[in-house]
T-cell receptor, first 112, second 114 residues
Framework: DQQVKQNSPSLSVQEGRISILNCDYT??????FLWYKKYPAEGPTFLIS?????DKNEDGRFTVFLNKSAKHLSLHIVPSQPGDSAVYFC???????????FGAGTRLFVKA | ETGVTQSPTHLIKTRGQQVTLRCSSQ?????VSWYQQALGQGPQFIFQ???????GRGNFPPRFSGLQFPNYSSELNVNALELDDSALYLC?????????????FGPGTRLTVT
């Protein structure tokens, strides 16, 4: 039962260009969404989040967009840098719940 | 401020054996969640401990059990190991229970069952 789906296993982008990572979810109860970044041999680190009462949240080069009607969110990285090369996980949870559901991840390669 | 630490880093066990994995929470955090990450998949929630009590559980059998200690460190125990238990086990601490708080992950323990 994949409630959070990241359909692109990998993405390759040129340095300086925009990276767009996509995520779809199926559970209408989800009201809090997060993106985590994971480097090899390290645990995931929190990147940015968005509540369902918003449709956009920005933090420096990272922006997350939420489209509730489409049950879709995306992470934009502008401009992309080689240090952004990592696996990005989309995750979701709901108020009053106890667990966070993760997608399978998208591996981003930023070429210099 | 000390981050989340896990031990051991790697572990090899034989099918049918038992294993204990350990996690030390970030300073000031009273909640620990454990996840299993199989190859090519995202982390899957096993359970969460809040102030030494199990706060919620994912779709894992009872042979996966845990403990949280008064200092909020935690253990994950897996009995009767199966080949499919081979995975990266991650623990994450957060400020409070539930799922609305940012989680801080440790580097994980890579378990191989042969």
């Amino acid at each position: 039962d994949q409630q959070v789906k990241q359909n692109s296993p990998s993405l390759s982008v040129q340095e300086g260009r925009i990276s767009i990572l996509n995520c779809d979810y199926t559970n209408s109860m989800f009201d809090y969404f997060l993106w985590y970044k994971k480097y090899p041999a390290e645990g995931p680190t929190f990147l940015i989040s968005i509540s369902s009462i918003k449709d956009k949240n920005e933090d420096g080069r990272f922006t997350v967009f939420l489209n509730k009607s489409a049950k879709h969110l995306s992470l934009h990285i502008v401009p992309s840098q080689p240090g952004d090369s990592a696996v990005y996980f989309c995750a979701a949870s709901y108020t009053g719940g106890f667990k966070t559901i993760f997608g399978a991840g998208t591996r981003l390669f930023v070429k210099a | 401020e000390t981050g989340v630490t896990q031990s051991p880093t790697h572990l090899i066990k034989t099918r049918g054996q038992q294993v204990t994995l350990r996690c030390s929470s970030q300073s000031g955090h009273n909640t620990v969640s454990w996840y299993q990450q199989a190859l090519g998949q995202g982390p899957q929630f096993i359970f969460q401990y809040y102030r030494e009590e199990e706060n919620g559980r994912g779709n894992f059998p009872p042979r996966f059990s845990g403990l949280q200690f008064p200092n909020y460190s935690s253990e994950l125990n897996v009995n009767a190991l199966e080949l499919d238990d081979s995975a990266l086990y991650l623990c994450a601490s957060s400020l409070e229970g539930g799922s609305s708080y940012e989680q801080y992950f440790g580097p994980g323990t890579r378990l191989t069952v042969t």
